[in-house]
């Protein structure tokens, strides 16, 4: 049988391009700038980007292959993960992923918020006690994040602010060459209901100096997209790990609690599980025609304790590409996304793999 890959247009164009030359190695055609309609075509694979926008009571005759697992929405939108921890882990989980809370703008509501968090403070000590970043629900690529002192956020009177999260800020990061990081893992899981991760990390860096005084976005944030929104020179604070934990090592191989990759990476998997432990999973093994790319953002305090950031159902896959050479960002997207669908398509389309990037976690 012969398939016909659906590529949904919101898709940035690197992205699709991607898809698109994996596929055809494949000889599966592909739609690169699909509109949905509101009715996914019938027995094909599609790569869409919106959960929001799928009528799951339905998908099961519509499609052979679909990269969006129906508990996405529980993890990757930052109110809906918020609420999954409290109501599946617990308070506990606050020591491995910044407490925070969804937002009103009522002062008395804020304040207790606030206290909350005192309580968990003895477990936090690098979080310091002023600083919070909020973040609205949906937006990506650090769109529409402020920092805020405790009394600027406990002032917030604009219902805008009704759409957001705010979380503790990591006052007391870890650095490299004076800058903050963090790093993207990207995890998978399969139609399977398998889950891996893969070999490879993207490190993003932000390009000025850290100053906790400072109002600087470049200076807090380290998304792509805001590093580069005004400055695409900046690209080049992203790194591939190999190059990255390289600087690192040379910093801090000689702290009394320097961790290296494959001990960050252990203690970031011990976390990935506790949140996908968790997870009812039901749907999904009723026919196995889900599975999705997580990109799983890390972050250390200046302790060397890991702490995940956020889940993120989309992520992204920039590089220059201006260069005369393939860089080493752009070799790497590339073999993840054809390790994917090694895994996943391949599968369906009954094609033997020799090879790929991803390590075995757990079946689910």
């Given amino acids: 049988m012969s398939y016909t890959c659906y590529i949904h247009r919101h898709y940035g164009p690197k992205k699709r391009g991607i898809f698109?030359?994996?596929?055809?190695?494949?000889?599966?055609?592909?739609?690169?700038?699909?509109?949905?309609d509101g009715v996914l075509p019938n027995k094909h694979i599609i790569l869409y980007d919106d959960?929001?926008?799928?009528?799951?009571?339905t998908i099961y005759s519509q499609c052979r292959l679909i990269n969006i697992v129906?508990?996405?929405?529980q993890i990757i939108y930052k109110h809906t993960f918020l609420d999954f921890i409290r109501k599946n882990i617990g308070s506990r989980f606050f020591r491995k992923y910044p407490y925070g809370f969804n937002i009103?703008?009522?002062?008395?509501?804020?304040?207790?918020?606030?206290?909350?968090?005192?309580?968990?403070?003895?477990?936090?000590?690098?979080?310091?006690t002023d600083i919070w970043i909020i973040k609205p629900y949906?937006?990506?690529?650090?769109?529409?994040?402020?920092?805020?002192?405790?009394?600027?956020?406990?002032?917030?009177?604009n219902t805008k602010y009704n759409n957001y999260i705010a979380q503790k800020y990591i006052e007391k990061p870890l650095l490299v060459n004076g800058k903050k990081f963090d790093i993207r893992m990207h995890v998978l899981f399969t139609q399977e209901c398998k889950l891996y991760i893969f070999n490879q990390m993207l490190i993003r860096q932000s390009s000025a100096k850290y100053d906790l005084k400072s109002k600087d976005r470049l200076s807090h944030l380290t998304n792509v997209y805001t590093q580069t929104l005004d400055h695409i020179e900046n690209l080049k604070f992203s790194y591939h790990s190999d190059d990255f934990f390289r600087l690192y090592q040379q910093e801090y191989e000689k702290h009394p609690n320097y961790k290296d990759k494959n001990k960050i990476t252990k203690e970031a998997?011990?976390?990935?599980?506790?949140i996908f432990d968790k997870i009812d999973m039901t749907f999904c093994k009723k026919k196995n025609i889900f599975f999705q790319l997580f990109g799983i953002d890390i972050f250390l305090d200046e302790n060397f304790n890991v702490f995940i950031i956020e889940i993120n159902n989309n992520p992204?896959?920039?590089?220059?590409?201006?260069?005369?050479?393939?860089?080493?960002?752009?070799?790497?997207?590339?073999?993840?996304?054809?390790?994917?669908?090694?895994?996943?398509?391949?599968?369906?389309?009954?094609?033997?793999?020799?090879?790929?990037?991803?390590?075995?976690?757990?079946?689910?």
């Fill in 20 to 36: 698109t030359r994996s596929l055809q190695k494949r000889q599966i055609i592909s739609i690169p700038e699909w509109i949905n």
């Fill in 51 to 57: 959960p929001r926008k799928i009528q799951w009571d």
């Fill in 70 to 73: 129906p508990f996405a929405q």
């Fill in 104 to 128: 009103k703008t009522n002062k008395e509501y804020l304040k207790t918020q606030i206290d909350i968090y005192s309580d968990h403070q003895i477990y936090l000590p690098s979080f310091g």
């Fill in 138 to 157: 949906f937006a990506s690529g650090g769109r529409s994040i402020e920092i805020l002192n405790t009394d600027e956020l406990l002032n917030l009177t």
């Fill in 269 to 274: 998997i011990k976390i990935i599980f506790s």
């Fill in 316 to 364: 992204g896959m920039v590089y220059n590409d201006k260069e005369l050479q393939l860089s080493k960002l752009q070799i790497m997207y590339n073999n993840l996304i054809d390790d994917v669908f090694k895994l996943t398509i391949d599968k369906l389309i009954k094609i033997k793999f020799k090879s790929n990037n991803f390590i075995f976690l757990k079946q689910y």
